[in-house]
């Protein structure tokens, strides 16, 4: 499913209208008109009082005229709560208000400040809240009345439907710009937002609904979005089954380099990951002193001892024997748990810059190779990066506060400086390739805060490059199905204290039969 910013959606309006000759009153009469069945749908039979419509200016406004208009025709009680004065209503969302007038649906003016209390108990009163304040051009943090009602409509149990976008979040970032609404629901026009589906964006807009509003399909695809959001579509159209003539040299084999004195089980659980998604062969490279430990955890992988420094990491010495580690083998995995030395860290970037074979790299792989840029674009061979956002900072020397404030920019900034497709992991990972590509995952649970799950992400990102999947695909897959394992798990088990191999061992079920 494709995700626009604010500045593409008024463009796509602006053509529909201008180019097409959609009338734009038409688009907003199939906006409110969406979204109170969208409201009688679901809400319908548990609203409990009034549905209160809370107007701010402009169209958004407008859409809620006509939300209060259709209910009111169903039959349900309403009332809109107007921020602005009414001469302020022009156009398309004067029309309407002239509309809702003559319907004598009942107004509350809220025009200042002072006005806020008395109608904090209409508010908290009311058996759902319509949230039409600001829409999705809104870039400046709300104040002064509509602050205060935003407020108030927070500090309710009543339930919320958000009308395009909940108001006062950002809907290209996902960034409160101050105060914005929590919605239950949100209910937005033709195509998602970037700010509904990034964190925190996602919490504040609830249960996000697409309402139609008639925009001409080869609009959009003339458009040439490149943000997509990935979904259970994206998933069936995309995973190859496998063919029922298939072996383990047809599945490919991966290499894994990870592990060290202290953090075997990083290595297992990135074998683990690839086994379950499908890899033929899995080969651990891990060092000397804990091969015997991770023989005995790794039943169906099989592991080679590398020589070790004297911490127990893999030594510089591996280079000497690389060709035999690299015989047969399809893709590498390099990083979770391997060692943070000197000489572990000059291996990691030998093998980072000029292995000829596609590699994703994680963890200590991506602390060694820093701001060095140049080290992964010049690489021979295609290059997955997989940072959560402390080690984003390390990678571009942003702090992480900005990063997260910026998750799609900051990802699409490395992938074109490194020339790599990059994982920024998170609640909304966003998935960025060098050409400006963009995907954001709508799977994943806060049940995956937890260590481990990165290496499972890392070798299911590695098995599916030893499957022949280009890096892009194979990121993209990888972020969707760990995250959907993980929800398929919470259902199971609650949303606390699952393990990461438990999501490795869901994956089997999701893949095609």
């Known amino acids: 499913m494709l995700v626009v910013n604010a500045a593409q959606m008024r463009e796509l309006d602006k053509e529909t209208i201008e180019g097409v000759g959609i009338p734009g009153l038409l688009l907003m009469e199939n906006a409110g008109r969406g979204a109170a069945e969208y409201i009688r749908r679901h809400y319908g039979q548990t609203i409990q009082g009034e549905v209160l419509v809370v107007a701010g200016p402009g169209n958004n406004g407008g859409d809620g005229f006509v939300i209060a208009r259709h209910l009111a025709q169903s039959g349900m009680g309403v009332k809109i709560l107007l921020l602005v004065e009414p001469e302020r209503y022009k156009g398309d969302a004067g029309l309407n208000y002239e509309i809702a007038k003559k319907l004598n649906i009942p107004m509350i ?11 904090g108990r209409t508010i908290e009163t009311a058996g759902l809240v319509v949230d039409a304040i600001f829409g999705t051009g809104l870039s400046r943090p709300p104040a ?46 033709a195509l998602p937002k970037t700010g509904h589906v990034l964190s925190p964006g996602r919490e504040y807009t609830g249960l996000l609904e697409i309402i139609d509003i008639g925009i001409p399909a080869f609009l959009v695809e003339r458009k040439g979005i490149e943000t997509e959001l990935l979904d259970d579509d994206f998933f069936s159209s995309i995973v190859r089954p496998r063919p029922d003539s298939g072996h383990k040299g047809t599945f490919g084999h991966l290499l894994v380099m990870a592990g060290s004195r202290d953090k075997t089980g990083a290595a297992a659980l990135v074998a683990r990951g690839a086994l379950r998604t499908g890899a033929g062969l899995v080969t651990v490279g891990c060092p000397k002193g804990v091969q015997p430990i991770l023989a005995t955890k790794l039943t169906e992988s099989m592991t080679i001892g590398l020589p070790e420094t004297t911490d127990g990491s893999p030594s510089i ?18 990083g979770p748990g391997i060692g943070l ?26 602390t060694a190779i820093g701001t060095d840029h140049a080290l992964v674009k010049n690489a021979p061979f295609d290059r997955i990066l997989t940072p959560h956002p402390g080690e984003m900072a390390r990678l571009t020397g942003l702090k ?67 499957q022949g999947y280009d890096p892009w695909d194979a990121a993209r897959i990888a972020v969707f199905a760990h995250g959907k394992a993980a929800d398929m798990l919470a259902k199971l088990k609650g949303r606390w204290g699952y393990l990461a191999q438990e999501v490795a061992d869901w994956l089997p079920s999701l893949w095609p039969r």
């Open 144 to 189: 002064g009345r509509f602050a205060a009602v935003i407020s108030i409509i927070n500090e309710t149990a009543v339930p919320v439907v958000a009308v395009d976008i909940p108001s006062g979040l950002s809907a290209d970032t996902g960034q409160p710009l101050s105060i914005a609404v929590r919605a239950d629901s949100t209910v937005t026009m």
């Open 109 to 119: 003016e809220c025009l200042d400040e002072a006005a806020v209390h008395p109608v």
């Open 317 to 334: 010495a591996v280079l000497d024997g690389l060709d035999r580690l690299l015989k047969g083998k399809r893709a590498v995995a390099i």
């Open 341 to 366: 030395g000197q000489e572990t860290m000059e291996l990691v970037r030998e093998l980072v810059g000029s292995l000829p074979l596609p590699l994703v790299a994680d963890a200590d792989a991506l």
């Open 400 to 466: 992480t506060l900005d990063i997260q404030r910026d998750r799609v920019g900051t990802a699409c900034f490395l992938a074109e400086a490194t020339g790599a497709v990059v994982v920024l992991k998170g609640a909304g990972t966003v998935i960025a390739r060098p050409d400006g590509r963009v995907a954001i995952n709508s799977t994943g649970n806060p049940g995956m805060g937890a260590g481990g799950m990165g290496d499972v992400l890392t070798g299911i990102i590695g098995a599916l490059l030893a």
